[in-house]
């Protein structure tokens, strides 16, 4: 295995590694292929893979032609022998593997690299050698403390992303940001959730593979296993229109109402296939999700700048919708604050 680690994404649920590789002849090669993939059953459980060997002749190219363990039959072994040095370069290279993206969830819009540096600990060791006075300062360190101070760290990051874009416009910046951040939109529920596998798809689909219905992100509830789903919209949507309704009633934005509508039927299509889709996930995941009566939240635009008339309008409208909360972005940002803050106390 090269210094850098990448992880390209094949889906929205997997993303491939850097091979491993392990012995290499002009005819024969052997490696590992590593796979990542967001296992919700035990997030830190998330990298898979396959043991592989090549063989060609002098005058070929290695092909893809597949032989696994289906084509074995029954009392046959298969055997792949790997000297010391082989075995070590697994161990390191799986090693690597888990400390690069151990415990995260794949990347579904763009390829992530990683480049191996030298032991944290020796590197540690070598500063700490050089600089007697940080070795007695870190000795005193609640580690508690500190473990609190770098979360603090990573959600003001966090904070001022959201804080340096909220004027951005392109809904796949705002895709990525939130598979990065996954978490984030878990702050919208009241309820315990975490995100379900990236799945997207909630059914629809005619006999021509057209017409699907896909949302932004689903999550599920670990406890109950009901689902929810977020579409995610961008801050920079506007919630009204220039043009009034009547001279004291603004007129609401048609993304606004049409993101409700697109909810609605998502919501739908997924009651009317969710026998077939649970059937799915269940014989491909091993998971199970329930679909009751489903929470589903609109992300989109910003409070800031609307004048007293469409707050009061907005808040109406939103507090009797039912079935769809909507909640904008710098209400998001808000909660993100509130959870700093209550971190540092």
Known sequence: MSNEIK????????????????????????????VQVNNNADIEKNIKGSLIIQKKTKSKTFDESKFTRKDISPYDMVEITLDTEATASLCNGLV????????????????ISYVKVDDDIK?????????????SILEKVDTQTLNSAL????LQCIKEEIENNIDNSDELF?????SRNAW??????????????????????ALDNKSGKYTDFIYKNPLTQNISLIEIKTPAEKIFL????????????ENIVGGVIQLLLQRQSLYNE??????????????????????????????????????????SYRNELKSVEIITFDELLVKVKILIQLLKD
Do not use: H
Not at 96 to 111: I, L, V, W
């Open 7 to 34: 992880a390209t994404p094949k889906s929205f649920v997997t993303s491939e590694l850097t091979p491993i590789m392990l012995q290499e002849t002009p005819n024969v090669r052997i490696y590992f292929k590593g």
């Open 96 to 111: 690597a593997y888990f400390k690069a993206f151990g415990g995260k969830q794949t990347d579904p819009y763009k390829q």
């Open 123 to 135: 590197a540690l060791q070598r500063i700490l050698a050089k600089d007697k006075d940080l070795l």
């Open 151 to 154: 979360n603090i760290k990573n």
């Open 174 to 178: 705002w895709q990525g940001f939130f």
């Open 184 to 205: 984030a939109l878990s702050q919208l529920f009241n309820s315990p959730l975490m995100i379900y596998n990236g799945a997207r798809y909630v059914g629809g689909k």
């Open 242 to 253: 220039q043009t009034a309704y009547r001279q004291d009633v603004p007129k609401m934005s």
């Open 274 to 315: 969710y026998t077939t889709l649970r059937n799915n996930v269940l014989e491909q995941q091993k998971e199970d999700f329930k679909a009751i009566n489903i929470q589903s939240i609109l992300l989109v635009g910003k409070m800031q700048g609307l004048t007293q008339m469409e707050l009061k309008c907005l808040l």
